[in-house]
C-alpha cells in the first residue's frame, strides 16, 4: 500500500486573498488548505496542505492506465481562478525516487503553480486485503446479490447518472439524428439511460438504480474497489428516415470507482465527475479545454439496520399448568370426601371443584386429591 500525495508548494502570481486547490483522482475529490502566507506576487503554503490518496499497486495501475490525466483546479473567493493538469504516467509504482517537483502554468491567466508529487509508503495501517483476498465469490439470490462467505449484512447499492457535460466539444463524424446513450453493467445487469439526439445538448432524465446486497462490510469493500464500473457512451448512426445502423459505436468510456463510498461513513450520497476519453472516430477539438466530457455521477450505499431477535425461553410444565393470574379470588363450589363410592375402594380421596373469577371472567376447576394415613390431602 502506498500513498500518492500532491504537495502544493506556492502560487506565483496577482494577489488577492487566500487560495486553494481541489483535485479529483479515481473519483474522491480532496481540498487543500488555503494559502497561509502572500506577497505581491506570490501565494506561499506555509503549512503542510498535501492532499493524499491511499492505493495497492493494482489500483495504481488501473487509474494510471485509464484516467491518468489529473487536473487540478485552483480556487479562490468561492470561484475558480484556473486550472492546469499532470499525467499519472509520469510516475512509477517502483521508481525509487519518491517525489519530484512540477511547475504548471495556468492558461489565461499570470499564474504558475509549483507543486511536489510522489508515492510514499502508506500512513494507513490497511493490509493490501485486494491482494490478498481478490477471489471473492458472488452469486445471485432470489432477492439479493451474495458477494462473499459471510451474508449476515444486507446493503442497497444507489447508482445515479445524473448527466452529461463537455460533451459539446467532441467532434462527430455520424450524420445528425444519431442517437446516443450511456450505458453500464453490474452484477450481469445492463443498465441504459433514455437515448438523445445531441452531444450539444445531452438531455434524458436522470437514471437511478438500485441493488440490493448481503455480504460483510470487508468482502463488500474489496469485491466493489477491485471491480471498477466501466461506463460507455454510445451511439449508433443515422443513415435514413426511421432507420438506424443496426450495431451501435462507442464514443468515448469511462472508469467508475467505488473507493468513495469506504473513504467516509455510510449511509452517505457521494458525487462525482468522471472524465469520459474519446474513442475514435470521435475527437476532442482542445484537449487542453478546462472543460472535458465527463459523466456525473451519486453513488451511495445505505447498510440496513439488523433487528434485535428476541429470546423468549417457554417453560414448557409451567405453561401446561393452569396458573390463576394476579387478581383472581377462588372460591371453593363443592367438596366431596369420597368420590369414589365402591366397596372395594380401600383409598380415600377427597375432590374439591373451585372457581376462578376476577370480575369479568371466571373458570372452573375440579381436582382429586389422595388422603394420606392421617387424613390430610398429598398435594
Known sequence: MKDFVLKPISLTGKAGGS????????????????????????HIWRQDASMRWSFTSSSFS??????????????????????????LRDLSWD?????????????????????????FPSVTKQIEKEDVKN?????????????????????TLHITIVNLFGTN?????????????VKYSIFGVDVETDTF?????????????????????????????SHPLRVQLYCRPYLREGVHRDQAIVVA?????????????????????????????????????????????????????????????????????????KN???????????PIDSQDDETDFTSIKVSLSNGRESYISENSFELDSYGQMDL
Open 19 to 42: 487560495r486553494y486547490l481541489e483535485v479529483t483522482v479515481d473519483g474522491v475529490t480532496l481540498r487543500s488548505a488555503g494559502t497561509s502566507d502572500e506577497t505581491e506576487t506570490k
Open 328 to 338: 383472581y379470588s377462588i372460591k371453593v363450589v363443592s367438596f366431596d370426601l369420597d
Open 169 to 181: 466539444i467532441v467532434e462527430t463524424p455520424v450524420p445528425r439524428k444519431s442517437i446516443y446513450w
Open 253 to 325: 468510456k469511462s472508469l467508475l470507482t467505488f473507493d468513495s463510498l469506504f473513504s467516509s461513513s455510510l449511509n452517505q450520497q457521494h458525487s462525482a465527475a468522471f472524465l469520459f476519453k474519446v474513442q475514435d472516430p470521435f475527437k476532442v477539438r482542445d484537449p487542453t479545454s478546462m472543460i472535458q466530457p465527463s459523466l456525473k455521477i451519486q453513488l451511495e450505499l445505505e447498510v440496513a439496520e439488523k433487528e434485535q431477535a428476541e429470546s423468549v425461553v417457554v417453560d414448557i410444565e409451567q405453561a401446561e399448568s393452569v396458573q390463576p393470574p
Open 135 to 155: 477471489n471473492i465469490g458472488i452469486a445471485l439470490g432470489q432477492d439479493h446479490i451474495l458477494i462473499g462467505d459471510i451474508t449476515d449484512t444486507e446493503f
Open 62 to 87: 488501473r487509474v494510471r492506465s485509464h484516467e491518468p490525466r489529473i487536473r487540478v483546479n485552483i480556487l479562490g473567493s468561492g470561484n475558480q481562478v484556473g486550472s492546469c493538469a499532470f499525467d
Open 197 to 225: 439526439q445531441s452531444l450539444h445538448i445531452p438531455k434524458f432524465p436522470v437514471m437511478r438504480d438500485s441493488f440490493r446486497i448481503q455480504s460483510n462490510m470487508e468482502d463488500l469493500s474489496i469485491f466493489l474497489k
Open 95 to 119: 521508481d525509487p525516487i519518491i517525489s519530484t517537483v512540477h511547475r504548471r502554468s495556468i492558461p489565461g491567466t499570470d499564474f504558475e503553480l509549483e507543486f511536489e508529487l510522489g508515492l
